[in-house]
């Protein structure tokens, strides 16, 4: 018989494809370059299953029905490369490889372009949801040629994540390296959320003295709300699990240095080469730097003084506060990462669908949340949309909100507990709303020091003064 799809790489994120794909109708042939993985793979989880495994590229070719669909589950960077280099020798025209890892999009940009030269499909997709959304349903998206599109359809509808209206959380995102940016950008707003619930984690923990057991029910209570989602989900549940041989919680245990792949940093780098604010999301990846200044964080608490973490008012209002301060900071962080997305189908001419984004975002990734469901109906409302606060549903949302998140942000300063994130969030809504900000003096100085000229608010034209 032949095979309807190819996985190359058969770690946990391509064998679990490779079960959910054969779950859902579609046997697999899968090959690793470790002969020993595909045997544990075979011999365990694939055992009994429709999967075959094949010990070379050129086996894995005739087992696959035409046009071959091959999937790449491989590290990024020059593993993708490698794959591509020892598969392009046995391909056809109109055969269809597919890279499904964290590559960074302008990577994918350039495979695409130098295979369809020669007559092949490449399609560079975002797959979210970890391990078990990979075994049970991703949100998945995809960017690439729209006929090899056309040709995966079936097996990444089957396969993704579907949201409570039955929809699957899969769609056609764009041409070229369109899907790998839809989710770099979906990581830096996963960033972005996390560090929020941290800060929010810290005021309530450090400032206001509350124990993990008290913080699981507030989340776990907060998760029944506006703010439903799965990363609200599973932060209740952390704040529950206890370790066995302390007896203490297991969050207050784990080092405070949080790694990152890289996917953050990359979206703050390419918002700076597009020019589009993403404040919460940038605060989050410095955030993780600061984290990893462990050292230099220790030897400091011991010689810079500052207020001590302790909140003395009410209790029940920081709380309550804390809520709709994550909200609010939340909506902003959303606001930004779409912002980008606008930008960028712009400049890379993606022709994204912000709504279908928000579609597919539902269920299955890391950032699914039901705010997902509104931000589709503010699209719906007007597909123009420019950003998020100015659909009058959202803007509502923050404006009622504000005092709570002001409160919070203040309390934190005043505690001295570094909120990155939830004050960023803030400043952007405050530039965001403002009519007049203080760029001109900034534009006075620049002509001063560097002649480089400012425009006026009362003629039009360009100007330079004689400041000396």
């Known amino acids: 018989m032949t095979y309807k799809i190819g996985i190359v790489g058969l770690g946990v994120m391509g064998h679990n494809l490779a079960l959910n794909m054969e779950r859902n109708g579609f046997p697999v042939a899968g090959y690793d370059l470790d002969a020993v993985k595909t045997k544990a793979f075979l011999e365990g989880p694939g055992a009994g299953k429709n999967i075959i495994g094949v010990d070379s590229p050129a086996a894995l070719m005739a087992a696959l029905e035409k046009p071959r669909r091959i999937l790449l589950m491989v590290p990024a960077d020059a593993p993708v490369d490698s794959a591509i280099t020892q598969l392009k020798p046995l391909l056809e025209p109109g055969d269809i490889l597919m890279d499904g890892g964290n590559s960074f999009f302008l990577d994918t940009e350039r495979r695409n372009k130098a295979l369809e030269v020669e007559g092949f499909n490449y399609i560079g997709t975002g797959v979210s949801g970890g391990e078990e959304g990979a075994l049970w349903g991703p949100s998945i998206m995809p960017g690439g040629q729209r006929q090899a599109w056309e040709a995966t359809a079936p097996i990444f509808r089957a396969i993704a994540a579907k949201a409570e209206d039955g929809q699957p959380c899969v769609e056609y995102i764009g041409p070229r390296g369109a899907g790998h940016y839809v989710k770099m950008v979906h990581n830096g707003i996963e960033y972005g959320d996390m560090q929020l619930i941290a800060e929010i984690y810290d005021i309530l923990h450090r400032g206001l003295g509350l124990s993990s057991r008290e913080l699981h029910t507030i989340f776990a209570e907060w998760n029944t709300g506006e703010l439903k989602s799965y990363l609200i989900e599973?932060?209740?549940?952390?704040?529950?699990?206890?370790?066995?041989?302390?007896?203490?919680?297991?969050?207050?245990?784990?080092?405070?240095?949080?790694?990152?792949?890289?996917?953050?940093?990359?979206?703050?780098?390419?918002?700076?080469?597009?020019?589009?604010?993403?404040?919460?999301?940038?605060?989050?990846?410095?955030?993780?730097?600061?984290?990893?200044?462990?050292?230099?964080?220790?030897?400091?608490?011991?010689?810079?003084?500052?207020?001590?973490?302790?909140?003395?008012?009410?209790?029940?209002?920081?709380?309550?506060?804390?809520?709709?301060?994550?909200?609010?900071?939340?909506?902003?962080?959303?606001?930004?990462?779409?912002?980008?997305?606008?930008?960028?189908?712009?400049?890379?001419?993606?022709?994204?669908?912000?709504?279908?984004?928000?579609?597919?975002?539902?269920?299955?990734?890391?950032?699914?949340?039901?705010?997902?469901?509104?931000?589709?109906?503010?699209?719906?409302?007007?597909?123009?949309?420019?950003n998020l606060l100015l659909d009058e549903t959202f803007r509502a949302a923050v404006e009622s909100r504000q005092g709570a998140w002001r409160f919070v942000v203040q309390t934190a300063v005043g505690m001295g507990i570094p909120a990155l994130a939830l004050s960023a969030s803030l400043a952007y809504f405050d530039a965001y709303r403002s009519e007049r900000l203080p760029a001109n003096l900034i534009q006075a100085q620049r002509d001063y020091f560097g002649a480089h000229t400012y425009r006026r608010v009362d003629r039009e034209g360009t100007f330079h003064t004689e400041w000396n």
């Open 234 to 386: 599973i932060t209740a549940d952390i704040f529950e699990k206890i370790d066995a041989e302390t007896g203490r919680p297991v969050v207050d245990l784990i080092l405070d240095e949080a790694q990152q792949k890289g996917t953050g940093k990359w979206t703050s780098q390419n918002a700076l080469d597009v020019s589009a604010p993403i404040p919460t999301i940038n605060a989050a990846v410095e955030s993780r730097i600061l984290s990893g200044l462990k050292a230099q964080r220790v030897t400091a608490s011991r010689v810079i003084r500052g207020p001590k973490p302790e909140y003395k008012g009410n209790r029940a209002r920081l709380i309550d506060a804390a809520r709709q301060a994550l909200y609010a900071s939340k909506i902003t962080s959303y606001a930004q990462g779409l912002g980008l997305l606008k930008i960028a189908s712009e400049d890379y001419q993606y022709n994204l669908n912000l709504g279908e984004i928000a579609k597919i975002w539902r269920a299955g990734c890391i950032i699914r949340a039901c705010l997902l469901g509104d931000i589709m109906s503010a699209y719906a409302r007007d597909p123009a949309l420019t």
